[in-house]
């Protein structure tokens, strides 16, 4: 859910639990073709758009090409002399006014359809003669011609009203003046649509994050004139899976920058941005490690002034709070045609985008609802070309094939009724191989599940443990002595030293830990390594990832997280976007988290009993990828991610409140035999 304007910078049965079910077959229309406006800067800069759906772009060449600031330069030149811009006060049912801006083509001489964005993060600029650039997803729209519509939502910016994050639908029966974001959409397009002449009744909405839920938002009861919605990277359940938790555990470091900054008490509406917070190190881990829990962090520093820091103190579990909150409880009237956008390294908002792509297929069958996931960070499909993330290349110009080949063209369609659009249900892109695949549904037919077994000595195989071991300890302190005897693996993990997410020194959680390379951590003695033989040949891996784990501890509570790592050759080629050696790089390429307490119920949470083998199953989420000849395949086990992830105390206590003396250390144990074989389970795509 990051600020967009802000943060761009740089076993063997059959599995079903996991979702390899196939879906829906492709669906392609086609209407009359359309010519973008002649202008010759653009093309020159940018070059016209492909032929073919899934072929890549070219790769960057060498000739001289127009700097991004002339591009931008001459494009501001080109808003300016064909866009007028408006300012409005939008009366919502309740009386509260919205703060919202409208850009109109000059060009009167056709009718144009309004396409709608709604955000917490300002629509500046604000001065009349300033131009948003560019006014669409990307600058195609922006020369093809629509009318542009922003909004600052309530309680933000310009706008009246109380904001609240991530505010929870009214409950039905709505009264006249109950609002939400549901209906401050609902008003807001029917005001457009009566007070903003030249349009032709259609609407669209878009949006990155925050504003992609919003989209969402617009989803749900949808104004009969909205007809295509792009949701992208939008968050769906803020506890199981997006910003603020992943299967309860609190993501302490993202939460804390981005409440800091946008979600503190105002006294009225206002053009002016939340400042950045001041750490006053360049250390993150020891920044909240001196801080301690959730409880003293609202105490030292935001003094009860960020109201969502106070409810996730209060609600510390799945309670109604939460799941008042869970956009997917809302989508079984889903009327607009679809374009869920995800990218597969976002740090913030992947589960959200894949599970509400799966709630509106479940939910609505025949609506067309299609999927693209690029190799991208959160939101990097419009920012940045795509060719490469961290020291990872990805050999063409990803994003720039999203905007063209499907952004642009779905709108197009829905909105104008022109141009061919390839509504195939999924469009992904294969990471490892690096090309852009289309299916008829994703997973795609034909992944079979297969299990990756650990093993003695720190070994991983596809052959499952035959032999059988003793079950755990008898005594929780003979941990080490049981697990020498029953096939399994043990660590200490002490909440006073956790295992830093990322080998880098920084405060906030950035957007490159999840390709980064894992040495730092294998090296570790509180981090379990389990790695394959080189692979003979491609190995390619689609849809959800899961491991099911089987685990004693001999505290209470413990975190268990699982990463799927893919380890280079030692002789791999170094990298042109880094400087890190790529010989036995170990790409993060998928991982999670699962607080032990939570690993039967989000709602009623249950302690761990000290020495008892206990079954955690994880949802590593979503990945397509080819783990290529040569290359092997690692898994990383521990108990802490820290700070992307609050410590566990390792204690049954409130981990919002817990207090110096309830972090203790524990013995972990990770069983490996027959009769607790821990796995992680692949999609397997047949070559």
Request: glycine fraction near 8%.
């Amino acid at each position: 859910m990051k600020e967009m304007e802000n943060d761009m910078t740089r076993s063997d049965r059959p599995d079903t639990r996991f979702g390899f079910a196939p879906l829906h077959a492709p669906r392609k229309f086609e209407r009359r073709g359309f010519a973008l406006p002649s202008l010759v800067l653009w093309l020159v800069a940018c070059g016209p758009p492909e032929a073919a759906v899934d072929e890549p772009p070219p790769p960057p060449t060498a000739t001289a090409q127009p700097t991004a600031e002339a591009v931008a330069t001459a494009h501001a030149d080109y808003l300016a002399a064909n866009y007028d811009k408006s300012e409005y006060m939008v009366a919502m049912r309740d009386g509260i006014e919205l703060y919202t801006l409208v850009y109109e083509p000059r060009d009167r001489s056709r009718e144009y359809p309004i396409l709608l964005f709604r955000t917490p993060y300002s629509v500046g600029p604000y001065e009349p003669g300033e131009y948003r650039n560019p006014l669409g997803p990307s600058r195609e729209f922006d020369l093809s011609g629509y009318i542009f519509a922003f909004q600052d939502v309530r309680g933000q910016f310009r706008s009246e009203g109380e904001f609240e994050v991530i505010r929870a639908p009214a409950p039905e029966p709505r009264g006249r003046t109950d609002t939400d974001e549901i209906t401050d959409n609902r008003d807001t397009i029917e005001w457009l649509l009566a007070n903003v002449d030249n349009h032709n009744g259609r609407v669209g909405q878009w949006g990155i994050s925050y504003p992609g839920w919003q989209t969402v938002m617009g989803m749900v009861d949808a104004h009969p004139a909205l007809v295509a919605a792009s949701p992208q990277a939008s968050p769906s359940d803020m506890f199981i899976g997006d910003d603020w938790h992943h299967n309860g555990a609190f993501r302490i470091m993202y939460a804390f920058s981005w409440l800091s900054g946008n979600a503190r008490r105002r006294d009225g509406p206002t053009e002016t941005r939340g400042a950045r917070f001041d750490y006053g190190t360049t250390s993150g881990y020891d920044f909240f490690l001196n801080a301690g829990s959730a409880a003293t962090v609202d105490e030292l520093y935001f003094h009860g002034d960020v109201p969502a820091w106070r409810d996730f103190i209060e609600h510390p579990n799945y309670d109604e709070f939460w799941q008042r909150q869970n956009a997917l409880r809302y989508l079984d009237d889903v009327r607009p045609a679809t374009l869920n956008v995800a990218g597969w390294f976002d740090t913030e908002d992947f589960y959200g985008p894949m599970s509400i792509y799966r709630t509106i297929e479940a939910e609505n069958p025949g609506l067309e609802n299609t999927l693209v996931v690029g190799p991208w960070l959160h939101g990097g499909w419009r920012r940045m070309d795509g060719d490469f993330l961290g020291c990872i290349a990805f050999d063409s110009r990803t994003s720039l094939h999203f905007q063209r080949e499907f952004q642009y063209p779905f709108f197009e369609y829905h909105l104008k009724a022109e141009g061919t659009w390839d509504a195939t249900e999924a469009h992904v892109f294969l990471t490892g191989t690096n090309e852009w695949r289309a299916y008829d549904a994703w997973p795609p037919a034909g992944v079979a599940p297969v299990s990756l077994y650990l093993g003695p000595d720190g070994t991983l195989s596809f052959e499952p443990p035959t032999r059988t071991g003793d079950s755990a300890a008898s005594a929780v302190d003979s941990a080490a002595e049981s697990a020498a005897d029953s096939q399994a693996d043990t660590y200490v993990s002490d909440p006073a030293s956790p295992v830093p997410f990322s080998a880098e020194e920084r405060t906030t959680l950035g957007h490159l830990w999840k390709v980064e390379d894992q040495r730092f951590a294998s090296g570790r003695p509180d981090v379990l390594v389990y790695q394959s033989e080189p692979l003979e040949e491609d190995l390619t891996i689609a849809g959800p990832i899961g491991a099911e784990i089987f685990v004693s501890t001999t505290g209470t509570d413990s975190d268990w997280i699982v990463k799927l790592i893919d380890v280079y050759p030692d002789d791999a080629p170094p990298s042109a976007n880094c400087d890190v050696p790529m010989g036995g790089y170990q790409m993060h390429l998928a991982g999670e988290i699962m607080r032990g307490r939570f690993r039967n119920d989000l709602e009623n949470p249950e302690p761990m009993a000290p020495g008892e083998v206990t079954r955690i199953e994880i949802d590593l989420r979503d990945r397509f990828h080819t783990f290529k000849a040569g290359h092997r395949l690692m898994v990383h086990v521990q108990s802490s991610w820290f700070p992307a992830y609050d410590r566990n105390p390792q204690t049954f206590v409130d981990t919002y409140t817990a207090s110096p003396g309830d972090y203790r250390a524990a013995t972990q144990t990770v069983y490996r035999s027959a009769d607790y074989p821990s796995r992680v389970i692949l999609g397997v795509l047949p070559r």
